[in-house]
């Protein structure tokens, strides 16, 4: 931007365009800007055109008040700067404020994408809104660093999965992704720069959260991941409002209930629909803040996610188990896994929890889980009373109270866009 002798109703913007060309010889430099004048004139020259697009430049710019001119090397490229002058408002314009949804914020986000350009862009805007963002060049790259984060107890919320990419399309990875059990069902939204007949039916088959069309705006893919990510929270509040209030969870007293959950989206979901239920509670961010808590206040119930960064939720149950020993408490503490894996629930009643609910978590299971902890405090981990599949006027179907976390959000619950 030029400041010296800019009027108080204009300012002046100066653009450079650089590139690692060719370059342009000094002795043809003078012709550039005449019409129909090309560097390399021969009939065989490499580089094609008529000769008039810095013509055209140039005229455009001129009536822009600004000017134009360029900086050349053979063999480094050039520089072209241009300037041109913009008026000023003569009013304040009021500056829209769009505030970003606090959820958002951490949120773990993998960028596939084989562009570098694309990837750098994409990178730099989650960033800007709060996000955590990895990316990676492939699909294979993609498989690993999900199933890696898994291991970890590090899953991604959100994946921005290109298209069209060489070796492995971004519909084969969705493909791969859906046949990992140790990869937790993460939101993904599709990426395409080329507008093929079926591409959305198939992204919204294949389970893909969104489908946009390059170019992307800023706005467009920000509204759209906001929208997503949503989805699943409108349809766990829509089912929550469905589900009939005669039940032992909403019949009991007001209960403080610890969620001890890593993910963002997971810990609105859960802190929402509890809240609607009468409940009031707290929320750690993994298993060594779940111990922290607990010895900081009462709780009635602790809903315990088995995999968390830090400290697991069966390494907190056993740090808190050992610590029950000096002081003859018993903390209800209910696991909740992503897996319905064979094995899972004798594990986590193995570990000393006192029930156990698999993503996605339906209503129903959740509060009979959380009403048979509470009801039968002195039931020992793992009776029937502690593990109740359901209660007197709560659904049982399956599809009717699913309280759908997000990454757990089926197919047929996905719009593309």
Known sequence: MESPGTPDDSVCLRFTVSDTGVGIPTDKQAKLFQPFTQVDASTTRKYGGTGLGLVICQKFIEMMGGRIWFESEVGHGSQFHFTARFGLPTTPVDKPTKL???????????????????????????????????????????????TTAAKANEPFSLILLDVMMPE?????????????????????????????????????????????????????????????????????????????????????????ILVAEDNKLNQLLAKRTLEKAGHSVAIANNGEEAVAAVNRETFDVVLM????????????????????????????????????????????????????????IRNSELFSAIAAAVKDTHTSPGSPAALAPGLDGVPTDPGADVLRLPGDVSSQDRTCV
């Open 100 to 146: 970003l949804p606090s959820e958002l914020e951490g949120l773990r986000v993998l960028v596939v994408d084989d562009n570098p350009t694309n990837r750098r862009i994409l990178t730099a805007l989650l960033t800007g809104w709060r996000m955590n963002p990895n990316a990676v060049d492939s699909g294979a790259a993609a498989l690993e660093t999900l």
């Open 168 to 256: 492995m399309d971004g519909f084969t990875v969705l493909e791969q992704i859906r046949k990992l059990p140790e990869i937790d069902r993460p939101t993904v939204l599709m990426l395409s720069s080329a507008d093929q007949r079926g591409d959305i039916a198939r992204a919204r088959a294949l389970g893909a959260a969104g489908f946009l069309l390059k170019p992307i705006t800023p706005n467009e893919l920000l509204n759209t991941v906001v929208t997503v990510l949503g989805q699943a929270q409108e349809q766990a509040e829509q089912i929550s409002e469905r589900t009939p209030q005669k039940s032992a969870a909403s019949d009991a007293r007001p209960l403080r």
């Open 305 to 360: 996610d088995v995999q968390m960064p830090v400290m697991d939720g069966f390494q907190a149950t056993a740090r808190i188990r050992e610590q029950e020993i000096d002081s003859g408490k018993h903390q209800q503490i209910v696991a909740m896994t992503a897996h319905a894996l064979k094995g899972d629930r004798e594990r986590c009643l193995e570990m000393g929890m006192d029930g156990y609910v698999s993503k996605p």
